[in-house]
């Protein structure tokens, strides 16, 4: 079930999505060279627990840690762990902070270093992506409107997009309905109204977009073991438009 949130339930997820944001800034000088995953992932811990929330994902379904941090090919849900970052590797740092009952949601991808030219551009494009994904976010509009815009823009530069996994409704759970696929057909799907609150969250490759799920029945990896690159938001719908609340 959809549900609109209230004006104060919008300022609780306004908080919780700063605290997401605030998180990613305060792990930035961090991500380089030689620093293994789990000491990320406890540095992010440790942070939102300071700011009165906490990780949205540690416990979740089972799920042992605070951040998801999935390096080159791996599309999502990876495990922090004792690797160590290297030279060269991009890495996506998922994080969500759950504020007085309320969460936030947000997805980057990281160079490490100096990364190759096709590295860069999968995170230039996945990342443009997903703002052009928000263009279609307005009052009226529809779920595949969204979805549409990501895979046109996606097949546009030449990038495979993984179908098996989509953004999602965002409030006192996680994930809620609606679901937010980057694949689909203009006007299909739920309408988009003032109050709903999204994720999206374009999940694209360098590569075939067919994926696998490792052992630990969590993390998802390309099947072609070629880059893949992910970028999220949560906004609000609002009267005209939408507002990110995962950003400044």
């Known amino acids: 079930m959809i549900t609109l949130k209230s004006k104060r339930e919008i300022e609780l997820l306004t908080v919780a999505g700063n605290i997401v944001y605030k998180t990613h800034?305060?792990?930035?000088?961090?991500?380089?060279?030689?620093?293994?995953?789990?000491?990320l992932d406890k540095l992010a811990e440790d942070f939102i627990r300071s700011q009165g929330a906490t990780p949205s994902f540690k416990g979740y379904n089972g799920f042992p840690t605070a951040?998801?941090?999935?390096?080159?090919?791996?599309?999502?849900?990876?495990?922090?762990?004792?690797?160590k970052l290297k030279n060269g590797d991009i890495i996506s740092i998922d994080i969500g902070a759950c504020y007085k009952g309320y969460h936030g949601d947000s997805a980057w991808t990281y160079a490490v270093g100096e990364i190759s030219e096709e590295k860069k551009y999968l995170l230039e494009h996945t990342e443009k992506s997903l703002f052009i994904g928000l263009e279609q976010v307005k009052p009226g509009n529809r779920i595949g409107d969204i979805g549409?815009?990501?895979e046109a823009y996606a097949k546009e530069h030449k990038l495979g997009v993984v179908r098996e996994l989509c953004g999602h409704g965002v409030g006192v759970n996680v994930h809620e309905d609606p679901e937010v696929p980057n694949y689909g057909m203009k006007n299909t799907g739920s309408r988009l109204k003032?109050?709903?609150v999204i994720a999206v969250e374009p999940m694209l490759t360098l590569g075939s977009p067919r994926i696998f799920v490792h052992d630990n029945n969590w993390t998802v990896d390309t099947e072609d073991g070629r880059p893949s690159a992910h970028f999220e938001h949560t906004v609000v719908v609002t009267a005209d438009g939408y507002k990110i609340l995962t950003g400044e």
């Open 25 to 39: 800034k305060y792990l930035l000088p961090y991500i380089k060279e030689g620093i293994k995953t789990n000491e």
């Open 67 to 83: 951040l998801c941090i999935s390096i080159n090919s791996e599309v999502v849900h990876g495990f922090p762990s004792n690797r």
């Open 148 to 150: 549409a815009a990501i």
């Open 194 to 196: 003032e109050g709903m």
